[in-house]
């Protein structure tokens, strides 16, 4: 079945260690997105990317970086320039193009929970 | 993309309809209401979206004002499993080139039996 596949669900880090998220879609959509989630928060935009090579900040960028060498792939490494990279996070894809058929629904992940011990 | 506002909390009884209310008064003509839920520790899930008809799924209805600066998504027979927080965000349904999705804190939807 066709979706979006987030590993691994639970991650833990010691400060100072960067990690990487993955993010898996066989959705053939063109548009990707990164999402943090704090406690009772709702969801904050870290990164996202329109077409494979590109990508542009979200509102919290800083202390993570991406890649979007191919259409299907999008990981998020959280660097240890994060302050404080305790949380949910959360990868999405929708159709990039405009079309009878594109309602610019998201299609979300299950997350990664990742806690920096 | 236009800021909406939503209550922070809702209570509704197994079976009855919950009507959640999303207020976004500086939404554009272009822009689209969509609805999205998150049950605990899950990835978002879509509901349902529209522009100004109202609109019905087999998961809810979408009730969008004639002035389209509030709309109420409707749960017509609550459940427990409906227990999440729902989302309410308002955006063009596609632009050429950058384009962020915002979400809100949302309202915590509990379903009581």
């Known amino acids: 079945d066709g979706g979006i596949t987030q590993s691994p669900k639970y991650l833990f880090r010691k400060e100072g260690q960067n990690v990487t998220l993955s993010c898996e879609q066989n959705l053939n959509h063109d548009a990707m997105y990164w999402y943090r989630q704090d406690p009772g928060q709702g969801l904050r935009l870290i990164y996202y990317s329109q077409i494979v090579n590109d990508f542009q900040k979200g509102d919290i960028a800083e202390g993570y970086s991406v890649s979007r060498e191919k259409k299907e792939s999008f990981p998020l490494t959280v660097t240890s320039a994060q302050k404080n990279p305790t949380a949910f996070y959360l990868c999405?894809?929708?159709?990039?193009?405009?079309?009878?058929?594109?309602?610019?629904?998201?299609?979300f992940g299950e997350g990664s929970r990742l806690t920096v011990l | 993309d236009a800021k909406t506002t939503q209550p922070p909390s809702m209570d509704c009884a197994e079976g009855r309809a919950a009507n959640l209310p999303c207020n976004h008064s500086?939404?554009?003509?272009?822009?689209?209401v969509y609805w999205y839920r998150q049950i605990h520790s899950q990835g978002p899930q879509y509901i349902i979206h529209?522009?100004?008809n109202n609109e019905t799924n087999e998961m809810a209805s979408l009730i969008i004002t004639e002035d389209r600066k509030s709309s109420t998504l409707i749960l017509p027979h609550a459940t427990l499993r409906d227990t999440a927080v729902y989302y309410c965000i308002v955006r063009v349904l596609y632009i050429q080139g950058a384009q962020k999705l915002v979400f809100g804190q949302g309202t915590r939807l509990t379903i009581n039996p």
């Open positions: 999405a894809s929708r159709v990039g193009v405009a079309g009878e058929l594109n309602t610019g629904e998201l299609f």
């Open positions: 500086t939404i554009s003509g272009n822009e689209y």
């Open positions: 529209g522009l100004k």
